[in-house]
């Protein structure tokens, strides 16, 4: 068995289906996609990719199955979903994620199509494994689906050590060690053992510090906001078949903008970090609830709206409004005097993670700097924001 040594993990052991694997081009195109995305605009270290996130992830979920004692045909089924895991996501990551979902109808793990043919599904089969069963592991079906994909899985054990080490902040350190060996599958699901309530409370900290000092910075919220626009006005003016966008890397996503007319100044504000900037950030409090829980087409209206009432062309507003607050971790099954319970209503921390996130939650238009006063009034006016509670 080779190793592949790796910045967090050390020493990763890796076995022939995952050597296999590794191989693919399905696979080696995640060393082209940046785990963090447009984090690194803030964090300059952070130019991590998903490869070597999905390498943590499978290195953890070997560590996991020995725990439970699983080490048979189930146990490679889980080994090769933890490994693909990521392989459906489009270039820059969460940031296309929404086109791909309205474009193609489906998320970044559901992966059936993508071991349906090519390598992967040859590889799967050839070392006995069944790429359907793969797939719904990697969706988190089943008990062992929930180490894959859950509110205990080892994505998130992996990628807050690994994000926290790549960015140089400390809050995203947990103890996957205590995590992994606390696993136990009762009643079909996934749970912590007795006296892990501590345990469980230790990673929602760390995911809400993440969220605010990291994941929703607001120079990523900016840019991610430009991307996704720029990858709309890309597939509606370009002759790119979405299949074909969401198999792209972020270099080539980056060469489609810059040589395309309608998004060639998005790919040079990009490269030159030359990004627009924050004409609203309101609290939750300051925003109405039609605004807070506005879709996808409600808030392209709201751009065009601000847009016209501002006197600038539509594509200079930026509207982002991140959905109601909410920690689905909190729901995390523990095991407390002998029974199954959710973590909320064993631990007296959670309420306040609730009200840090709440605290924390900002609604965002954005727009060139020329444009900011402008804008910034104009969105006051079209969605009736208190200008005094605005900061912008």
Known sequence: MEAIKDSVHDHIPVGDLAADLLETPEFQRLRHIKQLSTVRLVYPSANHTRFEHSLGVYHLARQALDWLS???????????????HDVGHGPYGHQTEGIIQRRLGRHHDEIEGLLSAGELPEVLESHGLDPERVASLVAGEGDLGQLVAGELDVDRADYLVRDAYHTGVPYGTIDHGRLLSALRIRDGELVLAEGNVQTAESVLVARTLMNATVYRHHVSRVTGAMIERAGERLLDGAPLDPEEFARMTDDRLLAAFRAHGATAETADRLEHRDLYKRAVWADLEDVTEPVVTAD?????????????????????????TPGEPNIPETSTRVVVDGEIRRLADESPLVEGLRAAGRAQWRFGVYAPEEQVDAVGKAAERVLGLDASAVDN
């Open 70 to 84: 699983i080490d048979d045909d189930r146990a490679k089924a889980v080994r090769a979903a933890a490994l693909l």
């Open 296 to 320: 996808h087409e409600t808030v392209r209206e709201f751009e065009r709206d601000i847009a016209a009432d501002a006197g600038v062309a539509p594509e200079y507003v930026l509207v982002d």
